[in-house]
C-alpha cells in the first residue's frame, strides 16, 4: 500500500520559514518525480514545485520562484519544501505527490499518489 505522508504545516508570521517534508512507502520512491501542491477551499489545486526521480530538475511556480526549495532525499524516502519569506498568500492546504514518469511534472493530472495534506497558515 503506498503511503505519501505530509508534515511540517503550522502557524508562522509573514516572513517566516517552514519546512515541510513528504516521506513515502510503498513504493520505489526513487523511480519517482515528486510534486508540492496547494489548495485554498473553493479553489483548484496549484502547483507548487516538483523534482526529478534523481533531483537533477526541479520547477517552480512563479510566486515562489527565490523563495521555495524543493529537495529529495532518495535514501529516506522524502521530499522537502523549504520555504523562506512566507506571505500571508502561502497559506493553503499542502499536498506532495508522487509521479511514475519520474520528470516532475507541474500538471497534477499527471500524478499516481497524493498525501493527505499539511496546513501552513501565515499571519500578517
Known amino acids: 500500500q503506498v503511503q505519501l505522508v505530509e508534515s511540517g504545516g503550522g502557524l508562522v508570521q509573514a516572513g517566516d520559514s517552514l519546512r515541510l517534508s513528504c516521506t513515502a512507502s510503498?513504493?520505489?520512491?526513487?523511480?519517482?518525480?515528486m510534486g508540492w501542491f496547494r489548495q485554498d477551499p473553493g479553489k483548484e489545486r496549484e502547483f507548487v514545485a516538483a523534482?526529478?526521480?534523481?533531483?537533477?530538475?526541479?520547477s517552480y511556480e512563479d510566486s515562489v520562484k527565490g523563495r521555495f526549495t524543493i529537495s529529495r532525499d532518495n535514501a529516506k524516502n522524502t521530499v522537502y519544501l523549504q520555504m523562506n519569506s512566507l506571505k500571508p498568500e502561502d497559506t493553503a492546504l499542502y499536498y506532495c505527490?508522487?509521479?511514475?514518469?519520474?520528470?516532475?511534472?507541474?500538471?497534477?493530472?499527471?500524478?499516481?499518489?497524493w498525501g493527505q495534506g499539511t496546513l501552513v497558515t501565515v499571519s500578517s
Open positions: 523534482i526529478s526521480w534523481g533531483g537533477g530538475s526541479t
Open positions: 510503498g513504493l520505489p520512491f526513487g523511480w519517482y518525480g
Open positions: 505527490a508522487a509521479e511514475l514518469r519520474g520528470t516532475g511534472a507541474s500538471d497534477p493530472s499527471k500524478y499516481d499518489y
